[in-house]
């Protein structure tokens, strides 16, 4: 059965940093787009970062830009978040995703798997 795991999140005080993890397993997904997704209490699921399968494109919000890093290593089935210079506004639960399509796109509907999530807190 294929599944996105997450780890590497936590309480962290504002201006540090955090790397998220997310290990694939059940199938390949050295083909798939991979995405973070974040969601904050009361809030929708918000894209946050994309990369597509050879890691030559990247995107991400304009939140985040200038401060988190999306990368993957295909051998290890394996995406990561670096996240640098947070803020209490971070906070949320962070979500990875797999897209079987060629291209990043921002629309959580489009994805077709996802992890279970993991906790992010930022304080002030």
């Known amino acids: 059965q294929a599944q996105l795991v997450e780890s590497g999140g936590g309480l962290v005080q504002a201006g540090g940093s955090l790397r998220l993890s997310c290990a694939a397993s059940?199938?390949?997904?050295?083909?798939?787009?991979m995405a973070w997704f974040s969601q904050a209490p009361g809030k929708e699921r918000e894209f946050v970062a994309g990369i597509n399968w050879s890691a030559s494109s990247t995107f991400y919000a304009d939140s985040v830009k200038g401060r988190f890093t999306i990368s993957r290593d295909n051998r290890k089935n394996t995406v990561y978040l670096q996240m640098n210079s947070l803020k209490p506004e971070d906070t949320a639960v962070y979500y990875c995703?797999?897209?079987?399509?060629?291209?990043?796109?921002?629309?959580?509907?489009?994805?077709?798997?996802w992890g279970q999530g993991t906790q992010v807190t930022v304080s002030s």
């Open positions: 995703a797999a897209d079987r399509a060629t291209i990043v796109d921002t629309n959580p509907a489009a994805y077709d798997y």
């Open positions: 059940g199938r390949a997904f050295s083909r798939d787009t």
